[in-house]
């Protein structure tokens, strides 16, 4: 499967940027990591087949992910955004029975898109 990500950019703080992936084949959970400069990949947000999602504490209420799997396609609204969310976001999807929050159990990843917030 491969996932081909749009939609980074550059926003000031408390604007609003939203994420697309596309897959090439359907998996059972697609989601959206990030990885700062000299920081780990982490886990943002992820959304299972049957709709269940999960947010890291950092998003929780301000990021909200969505799919249409008709299209193989997620997406990632992101609200309120501070400059600590500024990040390479990177689209996920693994064929795992629950959403996974640890990148290197992930099955495939897309190639990475650059959100920059500026204070």
């Known amino acids: 499967v491969q996932l081909q990500a749009y939609g980074g950019g550059l926003v000031q703080a408390g604007g609003s940027l939203r994420l697309s992936c596309v897959a090439s084949?359907?998996?059972?959970?697609m989601g959206w990591f990030r990885q700062a400069p000299g920081k780990e990949r982490d886990f943002v947000a992820g959304?299972?087949?049957?709709?269940?999602?999960k947010y890291s504490d950092s998003v929780k209420s301000r990021f909200a992910i969505s799919r249409d799997n008709m299209k193989n396609a997620v997406y990632l609204q992101m609200n309120s955004l501070k400059p600590e969310d500024t990040a390479v976001y990177y689209c996920?999807?693994?064929?795992?029975?629950?959403?996974?929050?640890?990148?290197?159990?992930?099955?495939?990843w897309g190639q990475g898109t650059q959100v920059t917030v500026s204070s």
């Open positions: 996920a999807a693994d064929n795992s029975i629950i959403i996974l929050t640890t990148p290197r159990m992930i099955d495939y």
């Open positions: 084949g359907r998996t059972n959970n």
């Open positions: 959304i299972a087949w049957d709709d269940s999602t």
